[in-house]
C-alpha cells in the first residue's frame, strides 16, 4: 500500500462511491416506477344499491360496472371504457347515441348465458318478447354479492338460471371476475362455474351463446348491406345498412382468419381492432384450453355482435360434429375466458399468443 499513490487511491476510493451511489439511485427510481404503476392501476369497487350496479373504477376512473338492475334478464358489465376514455360497447337500450344501430335489443354489454337450456332460450330474451311468448325464454337472476376485494381486484356474485314454468332453479351461477390494468391494457379473467340444479341439464347445440359483447359502432366491419337474422324461435331482424363513415372495425383470429371468415370457425382468441376517432383500439377475447368445447367457435358478426361459443357446434360445424352438453344434478363446469381492452396501439400475434400463454398456465 506504501508503494500505491495517494492521489491515485482516493480518485479510486470516490469513483467506487459514485458507483455504488448511482447503483443506488437507479434501484429507488426503478422501485418508485413500479409503486407508481401499482398505484395507477389500483381497482376499486363502489356499490349503488339505488341502481343495482357496482361500479368497477381503476385509478379512480370507470372501467365498467357490473349491472344488476332487471333492464335486461342478465346480469352484465356495461359499459366497457378503455384507459384513454373511449366506450367500446354500443349505448342501445340503456344509453343510445346517434347513428347506432337499434336491432336484438336482448345485445346489451358484455354478457354470458347461452340460446337453448333444456328447450328454454336464455340468449334472446329482453324486454321486447310478448308476454305470451315469455314462457319460450328463461331469465338470470342475480342473488348476492360474494366478495368485493379492492386489492385483489376480485368481484365474486352468485345467481341463479331460471326457467320460466314454475320459477324453477334450473344452474346455480357462480362467477369471479378479475379486473386488472397493464399499460393501456384493462383485462377482465372472467370464471363462471355453472351447478345444475335438476336432472338433466342438457345444452342443446344452438349458434346462440355464449360470452358475447355488442360493441360500439365504431368497432363494426364496414358493410354495405342490409342484412336479415333469425333467432332460435324463428324471429326476425333485419339489420339495416347505415353509413360507413368512420367505421373500421376488423376481426383477426388465431388461426390467421380476418372479418367474416371469423364467424363459425375454431380459433384461441380473437381480436375486434379499429380506428375510433383517431386512435387504435381494440377487444381480444381469449379461450381457455380447460372450457368444454376448447377450441371455441365463435359468434361474431359484422354488425357489432362479438361472441364465443363452444357448446354450439353442431350448427356451426354444419352437422359434422354434436355436442349437446349435458349437466347431471349436482355435476358442475366451468368457463374462463380473458378480455383485453385496448387502446393506443395494434396487439400484434405475438403479444396475444403470449397473453392465451399466460392465461392458460
Not at 179 to 206: C, M, Q, W, Y
Not at 311 to 337: A, D
Request: aromatic share 10%; charged share 30%.
Amino acid at each position: 500500500m506504501s508503494n500505491f499513490p495517494k492521489n491515485t487511491f482516493c480518485s479510486c476510493l470516490v469513483i467506487i462511491l459514485l458507483m455504488f451511489s448511482c447503483k443506488e439511485k437507479k434501484e429507488n427510481v426503478a422501485n418508485a416506477s413500479k409503486e407508481v404503476m401499482r398505484e395507477s392501476s389500483k381497482v376499486s369497487f363502489k356499490k349503488d344499491d339505488a341502481n343495482k350496479k357496482i361500479d368497477i373504477k381503476i385509478d379512480g376512473e370507470l372501467f365498467t360496472s357490473y349491472v344488476f338492475d332487471g333492464k335486461t334478464p342478465k346480469p352484465i358489465l356495461y359499459p366497457l371504457i378503455t384507459k384513454s376514455g373511449k366506450t367500446v360497447t354500443r349505448g342501445f337500450p340503456y344509453e343510445p347515441r346517434p347513428n347506432e344501430r337499434v336491432d336484438h335489443p336482448h345485445h346489451v354489454g358484455l354478457w354470458l348465458n347461452y340460446g337453448d337450456i333444456n328447450g328454454f332460450d336464455f340468449w334472446n330474451n329482453s324486454y321486447v318478447i310478448p308476454e305470451k311468448e315469455k314462457l319460450k325464454y328463461g331469465t338470470i337472476f342475480h342473488e348476492e354479492i360474494i366478495e368485493s376485494d379492492d386489492d385483489s381486484g376480485i368481484l365474486k356474485i352468485k345467481a341463479s338460471w331460471r326457467s320460466p314454468i314454475g320459477e324453477l332453479d334450473m344452474l346455480e351461477e357462480v362467477t369471479e371476475f378479475k379486473f386488472s390494468e397493464e399499460g393501456d391494457t384493462r383485462i377482465i379473467d372472467r370464471s363462471t362455474t355453472l351447478t345444475a340444479l335438476i336432472d338433466p341439464v342438457t345444452f342443446k347445440d344452438n349458434k346462440e351463446g355464449m360470452l358475447g359483447v355488442r360493441v360500439a359502432r365504431e368497432l363494426e366491419l364496414p358493410t354495405e348491406k342490409p342484412a336479415i337474422y333469425t333467432d332460435s324461435e324463428g324471429n326476425v331482424t333485419e339489420v339495416k345498412a347505415i353509413n360507413n363513415e368512420g367505421i373500421s372495425g376488423n376481426y383477426f383470429s388465431s388461426e390467421g382468419l380476418t372479418g367474416n371468415d371469423v364467424w363459425g370457425t375454431r380459433n384461441k382468441w380473437v381480436k375486434l381492432e379499429g380506428d375510433f376517432d383517431g386512435e387504435i383500439v381494440s377487444i381480444t377475447i381469449l379461450d381457455n384450453d380447460k372450457n368444454v368445447g376448447f377450441p371455441t367457435y365463435w359468434h361474431a358478426r359484422d354488425y357489432g355482435l362479438f361472441a364465443a361459443n363452444p357448446l354450439g357446434q353442431e350448427i356451426f360445424s354444419e352437422g359434422k360434429e354434436v355436442l349437446n352438453f349435458k349437466l347431471r344434478k349436482g355435476e358442475s363446469t366451468t368457463f374462463n375466458y380473458r378480455i383485453l381492452i385496448h387502446n393506443g396501439s395494434e396487439l400484434s400475434e405475438e403479444v396475444l399468443n403470449q397473453s392465451f400463454i399466460d392465461f392458460n398456465h
